[in-house]
């Protein structure tokens, strides 16, 4: 059985190169501005010259960082070249707003929809979170990550490190005490951690103090998650997607040799790019550009990495679910197949993240099992060519009874469980819509979706007082 195994590029090896030379070149005349002078006094004993908080990277010290991420790059088995032969899906976003699942409506965020998510995610095989969709806005703004790492644990059966990003380093000894409590001992929470920091770059070329700061918090705990950006076409970087793409890797070439210096590694190829639209001025997740940016920034990370690890795919900038969400969603997640991606996420979310919709989530998972089908391909066997079945069947039969349809029909055909392929008339005593019967879905799950947490009464009490006092002492309430 030939699967979907071909691997869309949109940059050639020649094209590649041209954009990690002029990376290059990028990083040793530009440098970084870096928001912290024990940083600062780090990268000048690393050999890099400083001059009013911009680091300076000599070409020797990049090219020795090349040549550490080139040898890193001969240790990736082959296996991990190529892509799997099936899908996950994964809930994601920071979401501010809501799309309510009774009035369609936004709103501002709550507790409830983020309790809600986690059950109803968990009555659904196969489906993950991979972050917390609902930012609650009824809580207290400082404490906003405390709550949220809180609320997912008891409420969804699986808590990991991106179960919330720390959004203050206030927070961040209230999230050590909830962490520890769920796995038990801080060496535990070290191991598996519930939480995680990205320390985002202000692209172009700046790492910004409170970024630092939370940063070596989070190394002191042993939880730091090395340095990523996310470059905007036509704001923080040039409007040409390539002129992006070289923004983008000159910043990870920075990024990594100040990773390097702080915790002796390397760090990874990654970034979100995205384009800015022209006529509204935000960020454009779902527009096609976007889309190639993401294609081509998988290429350059196997380029460094010897792995396609880049997320592709599922992202919109739609604000309700429907028409536009699932064409944005659909070309986004068919692409990332067609390109070796086998993981998706941002299911559920909408408008760049901005908006989280747990009927959207409904319509994404069956775009996704629609992709799964794809995925599959055509089975080619004794059984499936029935060269016998045909024969006995003779001339205008009718293959609807036969037994070897009955035995094949749920191996072969995927059965929707939104969309509608009824007849006209069918439909016309019942007009229906995709987007209804994802709504009565999600209504359902919501109702009835039981909670899986799996901490104990005497934990959920523990951490509602860890949530408290942060309240208290974090938010100032």
Same mark, same amino acid.
């Given at each position: 059985?030939?699967?979907?195994?071909?691997?869309?590029?949109?940059?050639?090896?020649?094209?590649?190169?041209?954009?990690?030379?002029?990376?290059?070149?990028?990083?040793?005349?530009?440098? !970084?501005?870096?928001?912290?002078?024990?940083?600062?006094?780090?990268?000048?004993?690393? /050999?890099?010259?400083?001059?009013?908080?911009?680091?300076?990277?000599?070409?020797?010290?990049? %090219?020795?960082?090349?040549?550490?991420?080139?040898?890193?790059?001969?240790?990736? @088995?082959?296996?991990?070249?190529?892509?799997?032969?099936?899908?996950?899906?994964?809930?994601?976003?920071?979401?501010?707003?809501?799309?309510?699942?009774?009035?369609?409506?936004?709103?501002? @965020?709550?507790?409830?929809?983020?309790?809600?998510?986690?059950?109803?995610?968990?009555?659904?095989?196969?489906?993950?979170?991979?972050?917390?969709?609902?930012?609650?806005? %009824?809580?207290?703004?400082?404490?906003?990550?405390?709550? #949220?790492?809180?609320?997912?644990?008891?409420?969804?059966?699986?808590?990991?490190?991106?179960?919330?990003?720390?959004?203050?380093?206030?927070?961040?000894?209230?999230?050590?005490?909830?962490?520890?409590?769920?796995?038990?001992?801080?060496?535990?929470?070290?191991?598996?951690?519930?939480?995680?920091?990205?320390?985002?770059?202000?692209?172009?070329?700046?790492?910004?103090?409170?970024?630092?700061?939370? @940063?070596?918090?989070?190394?002191?705990?042993?939880?730091?998650? /090395?340095?990523?950006?996310?470059?905007? $076409?036509?704001?923080?970087?040039?409007?040409?997607?390539?002129?992006?793409?070289?923004?983008?890797?000159?910043?990870?070439?920075?990024?990594?040799?100040?990773?390097?210096?702080?915790? /002796?590694?390397?760090?990874?190829?990654?970034?979100?790019?995205?384009?800015? %639209?022209?006529?509204?001025?935000?960020?454009?997740?779902?527009?096609?550009?976007?889309?190639?940016?993401?294609?081509?920034?998988?290429?350059?990370?196997?380029?460094?990495?010897?792995?396609?690890?880049?997320?592709?795919?599922?992202?919109?900038?739609?604000?309700?679910?429907?028409?536009?969400?699932?064409?944005?969603?659909?070309?986004?997640?068919?692409?990332?197949?067609?390109?070796?991606?086998?993981?998706?996420?941002?299911?559920?979310?909408?408008?760049?993240?901005?908006?989280?919709?747990?009927? *959207?989530?409904?319509?994404?998972?069956? #775009?996704?099992?629609? !992709?799964?089908?794809?995925?599959?391909?055509?089975?080619?066997?004794?059984?499936? #060519?029935?060269?016998?079945?045909?024969?006995?069947?003779?001339?205008?039969?009718?293959?609807?009874?036969?037994?070897?349809?009955?035995?094949?029909?749920?191996?072969?055909?995927?059965?929707?469980?939104?969309? %509608?392929?009824?007849?006209?008339?069918?439909?016309?005593?019942?007009?229906?819509?995709?987007?209804?019967?994802?709504?009565?879905?999600? #209504?359902?799950?919501?109702?009835?979706?039981?909670?899986?947490?799996?901490?104990?009464?005497? *934990?959920?009490?523990?951490?509602?007082?860890?949530?408290?006092?942060?309240?208290?002492? $974090? $938010?100032?309430?």
């Amino acid at each position: 059985m030939a699967r979907l195994n071909s691997k869309i590029e949109v940059l050639s090896p020649e094209e590649i190169e041209a954009i990690h030379e002029a990376a290059v070149n990028v990083v040793c005349k530009v440098g !970084m501005m870096v928001g912290d002078e024990g940083i600062l006094q780090l990268m000048k004993s690393y /050999g890099c010259p400083v001059e009013d908080n911009i680091v300076k990277f000599p070409r020797d010290i990049v %090219d020795s960082y090349l040549e550490d991420v080139w040898r890193s790059k001969e240790n990736v @088995s082959t296996g991990e070249r190529f892509p799997g032969e099936d899908l996950q899906f994964f809930a994601s976003g920071q979401a501010a707003y809501a799309c309510d699942i009774e009035t369609g409506q936004l709103r501002p @965020s709550t507790s409830k929809d983020l309790a809600d998510l986690g059950r109803v995610v968990d009555a659904i095989p196969g489906l993950r979170r991979s972050h917390p969709t609902f930012v609650p806005q %009824d809580v207290p703004e400082l404490t906003k990550d405390v709550h #949220i790492l809180a609320i997912t644990a008891m409420s969804y059966s699986e808590v990991h490190g991106g179960t919330t990003s720390v959004y203050s380093s206030r927070s961040l000894p209230f999230l050590m005490e909830i962490g520890t409590i769920i796995r038990g001992s801080k060496e535990a929470l070290r191991k598996k951690p519930c939480f995680q920091f990205g320390a985002y770059l202000a692209s172009p070329f700046r790492l910004a103090r409170d970024v630092v700061s939370i @940063s070596l918090e989070m190394m002191k705990l042993g939880l730091f998650g /090395g340095i990523a950006n996310m470059v905007v $076409a036509g704001a923080s970087a040039p409007i040409t997607l390539a002129g992006t793409l070289v923004v983008q890797t000159a910043e990870n070439i920075a990024a990594g040799i100040i990773n390097k210096a702080m915790t /002796g590694n390397i760090g990874g190829y990654g970034g979100g790019p995205l384009i800015l %639209d022209m006529r509204s001025g935000s960020p454009a997740e779902g527009a096609p550009e976007s889309l190639l940016l993401r294609l081509a920034t998988s290429q350059i990370c196997e380029f460094y990495t010897g792995s396609r690890t880049t997320a592709i795919g599922g992202h919109v900038s739609a604000q309700f679910p429907g028409l536009q969400a699932g064409i944005e969603r659909s070309i986004g997640i068919l692409f990332g197949l067609l390109a070796g991606q086998r993981a998706f996420g941002a299911f559920g979310s909408l408008a760049c993240g901005d908006v989280g919709s747990i009927v *959207q989530l409904m319509i994404d998972l069956e #775009i996704g099992e629609c !992709m799964r089908r794809l995925l599959r391909g055509i089975t080619v066997t004794d059984e499936t #060519i029935a060269e016998e079945v045909i024969i006995r069947a003779g001339i205008g039969a009718n293959f609807l009874g036969n037994p070897h349809t009955i035995r094949n029909i749920r191996k072969e055909i995927w059965f929707p469980e939104l969309m %509608d392929r009824r007849t006209v008339a069918s439909f016309m005593r019942d007009p229906k819509t995709m987007l209804e019967n994802a709504r009565e879905k999600a #209504i359902k799950l919501v109702k009835t979706a039981p909670n899986r947490s799996k901490l104990d009464e005497t *934990q959920i009490g523990e951490i509602k007082k860890v949530v408290e006092r942060a309240d208290r002492e $974090a $938010a100032g309430d």
